[in-house]
T-cell receptor, first 112, second 114 residues
């Protein structure tokens, strides 16, 4: 019962920006958008999260639409090491416990 | 900050045997989660602890599964009478009980039941 929709797979050329979309049309006002990635055989790695403003850190940028119904994770210069499954998740950031529910994510293949 | 630590990383066991996985969360994280992941699927929630209290259990956690966090620090997940369908990666995660409650995952423990 994931609350997000992502394309199952994407390709990106090495060195180019990878733009991974996510739809979360039922997001509520207190829910943040989180992104994780999972490299083969490893645990999910936290990337970034945001509420309504665009966010940037050393790994990626997160662009959230004004109506908050969708977002895009941007890897500005994709490398082969960015090949992974990327999960977009919505959950409250505070105010008590909320488990993370994963969908199947987007499998990003970075091509040399 | 050494991250969430899980061991063993890999376990091969015969059907019917019991197995136990251990998780050491990030220091001072009082929330701890267990997830299970099979090939091609996203992680599925199993159970959640707030300190030593187990506050939620998924329907996926059958009677053969038991999780503990006796002192509110490390946790164990035991699977009794393993079945081939239990073959999966078992993920542990932890977070603070505060506004900074990003969930951080360990590297997982792979279980193969033969």
């Amino acid at each position: 019962d994931a609350k997000t929709t992502q394309p199952p797979s994407m390709d990106c050329a090495e060195g180019r920006a990878a733009n991974l979309p996510c739809n979360h049309s039922t997001i509520s006002g207190n829910e943040y958008v989180y992104w994780y990635r999972q490299i083969h055989s490893q645990g999910p790695q936290y990337i970034i999260h945001g509420l309504k403003n665009n966010e940037t850190n050393e790994m990626a940028s997160l662009i959230i639409t004004e109506d908050r119904k969708s977002s895009t994770l941007i890897l500005p210069h994709a490398t082969l090491r960015d090949t992974a499954v990327y999960y977009c998740i919505v959950r409250p950031h505070s105010g008590g416990y909320q488990k993370v529910t994963f969908g199947i994510g987007t499998k990003l293949q970075v091509i040399p | 900050d050494t991250g969430v630590s899980q061991n063993p990383r890999h376990k091969i066991t015969k059907r019917g045997q019991n197995v136990t996985f251990r998780c050491d969360p990030i220091s001072e994280h009082n929330r701890l989660y267990w997830y299970r992941q099979t090939l091609g699927q996203g992680p599925e929630f199993l159970t959640y602890f707030q300190n030593e209290a187990q506050l939620e259990k998924s329907r996926l956690l059958s009677d053969r599964f038991s999780a503990e966090r006796p002192k509110g620090s490390f946790s164990t997940l035991e699977i009794q009478r393993t079945e081939q369908g239990d073959s999966a990666m078992y993920l542990c995660a932890s977070s603070l009980d505060s506004v900074l409650n990003t969930i951080y995952f360990g590297e997982g423990s792979w279980l193969t039941v033969v």
